[in-house]
Every structure is written in C-alpha cells, then in structure tokens.
T-cell receptor, first 110, second 114 residues
Framework: ELKVEQNPLFLSMQEGKNYTIYCNYS?????LYWYRQDPGKSLESLFV?????AVKQEGRLMASLDTKARLSTLHITAAVHDLSATYFC??????????FGTGTRLTIIP | KAGVTQTPRYLIKTRGQQVTLSCSPI?????VSWYQQTPGQGLQFLFE???????NKGNFPGRFSGRQFSNSRSEMNVSTLELGDSALYLC?????????????FGPGTRLLVL
C-alpha cells in the first residue's frame, strides 16, 4: 500500500527566503500531485508530475520528481506572504485513489 | 467553466442520524472521488465512481456509501452517524478515469456530529 510522508509538518519562513518541502513515498506511484489549501478552503491543484525527472514551475513554486528516490520536492523561491497555506503532496498508482501526505503548514513572516 | 459544487456546505447532525451529501462535477468530468479530511487522520480516500460504477473504495466502514447518477452527479451517504464522522467531506472530479490530470476539488461539506 502506498504511503506518503511529507516534511516538515510546519514551516515558518521569512519573506524573501527560499525553502523546500519534501515528499517521500513508499512504493511505486505513477503520478505525484501537489495541492495547496488555504484555511477553511478546499484544495487547489498546483502541479501534476508524471515521469522521472519531471520539473514544473509556476511563479515562485517549482516541483520536481525523482521516481528512483521516490521523492518529490516543492521549492519556494523568494517567499511572499500570499504563499502562506498548507501544501499537500499526493501519490496515485493505477487508479484514482489519491494517498495524501500529512501536509506542510507554511507561514511566511514579513 | 463552473467548478465542482457540493451541497450543503455546512451540516449539523446528531449521533445516530444519517446524512446525504451531494456533488456535481465539472461539466464533462465523469470520474468523481470522495475524501474525508479531519485534523487527526488528514485526507483519506472514501470511494471513486466512474460511469455510475464504484471503481475503488477506501478503508471506511459500510456506513459510508455512495452512488453516481447518469449525469455524473454523485451522492455519498453516512448512516448511523458517530461523533468521529465530524469532518470536511471533499468531492473531486476528473474528466476520465485513469487520466493523467489533476483531480479538481469542490469546496467541501463541513459536517458536525453532536
């Protein structure tokens, strides 16, 4: 059974700094997703990563996938306050069931 | 293009009651999945429907059931509610089952069981 672990669980960082959220998964996953959730809100899709070495970027966020290491990263560049949210990674293998990580609560401090 | 809609948005029930939640997927999306989100257990998969057939089921008791209609709208039902069923229930849709695109989530139904 696929298990997904994220770290850190909590991240407090200053505006303008860079940081990375890590997502490890236990078995083969043929899709890796990143979602964002604001307090009291639903999940917003950020990235879908399908193959080894895939890299996707949107604004200050960049996600990558290393299927051999079973690792995905979400890199935040020059953080700004409106990136404060909880970020989830999720894996899926062969069907529509997404297995989510615990989430990383990111707080950007001015 | 309208997003995934869920009704009701908020619900308060008492133990032992039953509840039905509704989800309308994005137009053209045929796969609908349901997830439960709680502070303790995080996001957990409930079940997934495609073309009115349940294709996958998570590890939830039989009190949790669902169905999908011919127009792809889906409902989930929880019978004999327990306090631990208090959660945010999220519905997600995708155009095709097995497609390599994201699942798009609705706003959720927040259920409180007293």
């Amino acid at each position: 059974e696929l298990k997904v672990e994220q770290n850190p669980l909590f991240l407090s960082m200053q505006e303008g700094k860079n940081y990375t959220i890590y997502c490890n998964y236990s078995t083969t996953s043929d899709r890796l997703y990143w979602y964002r959730q604001d307090p009291g809100k639903s999940l917003e899709s950020l990235f879908v990563l399908l193959s080894n070495g895939a890299v996707k970027q949107e604004g200050r966020l960049m996600a990558s996938l290393d299927t051999k290491a079973r690792l995905s990263t979400l890199h935040i560049t020059a953080a700004v306050h409106d990136l404060s949210a909880t970020y989830f990674c999720a894996g899926a293998f062969g069907n529509e069931k997404l297995t989510f990580g615990t989430g990383t609560r990111l707080t950007i401090i001015p | 293009k309208a997003g995934v809609t869920q009704t009701p948005r908020y619900l308060i029930k008492t133990r032992g009651q039953q509840v039905t939640l509704s989800c309308s997927p994005i137009s053209g999306h045929r796969s609908v999945s349901w997830y439960q989100q709680t502070p303790g257990q995080g996001l957990q998969f409930l079940f997934e429907y495609f073309s009115e057939t349940q294709r996958n089921k998570g590890n939830f008791p039989g009190r949790f059931s669902g169905r999908q209609f011919s127009n792809s709208r889906s409902e989930m039902n929880v019978s004999t509610l327990e306090l631990g069923d208090s959660a945010l229930y999220l519905c997600a849709s995708r155009r095709l089952a097995g497609g390599r695109e994201a699942q798009y989530f609705g706003p959720g139904t927040r259920l409180l069981v007293l």
